[in-house]
């Protein structure tokens, strides 16, 4: 037997016994699951949530476009800088220092100075749909390809939207790592088995468990397996004193507002979610510091209105700044927070009143960027694909203002990258 078939065996037999460590809001909700729609599939169930058909939003936009009061960005280049990332070539972290790469759209490679390295929401094709000659197409370059990211202990999918789960992408991680851990939300496990990856745990909002690495190479490879890997309940905490060479994580699904689908037929029927990767570092490792991540996904704050006089830059003016807002990320903030980085969506929000339920735009972004407790975050989910109306480069122009409005410094603390680009924190 392998060493990825027996992780796949341990881990598997893991799972259905999380360790629930963090806690969650109300012993009430988890037990009632609120999100959960009897007969199958989920739901949002908080107040700013309000669900368009599929026909208003596809009706709403034609309509824009009859009127021609849609807007076209425009996608000449130059747009979002693109430059070819670096990543360390071991697992060694030369100042303990958290390491994120912005990869484009929603996906980041995050490097742990505990030595753990985790891929968020990767998309490496070229277009975002089920087809390779139909749909959104980048319009900026892949600033790399699978095969020059040297370790991927993790991948975390926050939903199956086409722009955040790719089938040649996850297909081709598994094959180049085969010890690599896949976290789906509830009822995505099914979709990882048919694609013959067995090393997926599925979780429920609010659900943790315990990932714990043993590096047996200190150097990249993509022939090997670098790792034999498991997820375990909160026993591995002390083996992990144990045993200096030993990496552990814990990996948190958390609730955001969204929904899923990857056929006309399937909408809600999986889970989305977002997640916290904390990985503390071994004991004997004086250099590296516990750090946390907190990974957005693709989420929406509140639920804007229609308006024929609404101007879309000022929608936290009266009345608009009485709208519910999602209370998850307080909850998250409170029981899993703070966080030592938080990656958050800041694109694809116009226009409003279609998009808000589900995508945040910036000013949303920096309230669940202080709701979640994040003490510093980049942004992510724009620059790639053209999703929505906005102007491709409006995103981090109004993430500035939003960030100034809150009296938060606009640089240095929610921060935007260039693609391929690495900050760290
Ligand atoms: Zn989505």
């Known amino acids: 037997m392998s060493s990825s078939s027996i992780a796949a ?33 989920f739901d949002n169930p908080w107040p700013s949530w309000k669900i368009h058909t ?15 009061t849609a807007n076209k960005p425009d996608t000449t280049p130059p747009t979002v800088p693109v430059q070819k990332p670096t990543f360390l070539p071991t697992r060694e972290s030369p100042n ?31 277009r975002c749909s089920p087809f390779s000659w139909l749909g959104p197409k980048r319009y900026t370059e892949m600033p790399c390809q699978i095969k020059d990211i040297p370790f ?109 689908a990857r056929t006309p037929f399937d909408r809600s029927k999986t889970l989305w979610s977002s997640w916290a990767v904390t990985s503390a570092p071994a004991s004997s490792s ?21 308006s024929s006089s609404h101007d879309e830059s000022a929608d936290w003016s009266p009345p608009y700044d009485k709208l519910p807002t999602c209370p998850a990320f307080k909850d998250i903030g409170t029981r899993r927070g703070p966080f030592t980085l938080g990656l958050i969506p800041i694109g694809a929000y116009s226009p409003r009143w279609i998009m808000s339920p589900m995508h945040a735009n910036p000013r949303d972004a920096v309230e669940i960027f202080l709701d979640t407790r994040c003490a510093h975050a980049l942004g992510m989910h724009w620059g790639t694909w053209v999703l929505t109306e906005e102007d491709v480069l409006e995103p981090p122009k109004r993430l500035r203002e939003a960030l100034k409005l809150r009296g938060v410094r606009d640089s240095g603390v929610f921060d935007v990258c260039d693609i391929g680009e690495s900050r760290e924190i």
Not at 160 to 177: F, G, M
Request: aromatic letters at 10%.
């Open 9 to 41: 065996i341990i881990y598997a037999s893991s799972v259905s016994a999380p360790a629930i460590k963090g806690g969650h809001p109300d012993d009430e909700f988890t037990k009632s699951k609120a999100h959960h729609v009897p007969g199958g599939g």
């Open 152 to 260: 991927i202990d993790a991948v975390v999918i926050s939903h199956n939207h086409y722009d955040h789960l790719s089938h040649p992408t996850v297909n081709e991680i598994a094959r180049r790592h085969p010890n690599c851990q896949f976290f789906v939300p509830l009822g995505n496990k099914k979709w990882f088995t048919e694609c013959g990856i067995h090393n997926c745990t599925e979780l429920d909002w609010w659900e943790d468990v315990d990932l714990t690495l043993r590096p047996n190479q200190p150097t990249a490879s993509t022939d090997k397996p670098l790792s034999s890997a498991s997820a375990a309940g909160s026993t591995t905490a002390s083996t992990a004193q144990q045993d200096p060479g030993m990496i552990t994580a814990r990996i948190s699904c958390l609730p955001c507002q969204h929904t899923s």
């Open 54 to 68: 599929v026909w208003t939003i596809v009706w709403g936009l034609i309509e824009r476009r009859l009127r021609g």
């Open 96 to 126: 303990g220092k958290l390491r994120a790469t912005w990869l484009g759209h929603a996906c980041y490679l995050v490097e742990f100075p505990s030595g753990l390295r985790v891929l968020f929401d990767p998309v490496f094709t070229d």
């Open 286 to 306: 004086p250099t590296a510091t516990p750090a946390s991540v907190y990974f957005a996904g693709d989420t929406g704050y509140r639920t804007v209105p229609r």
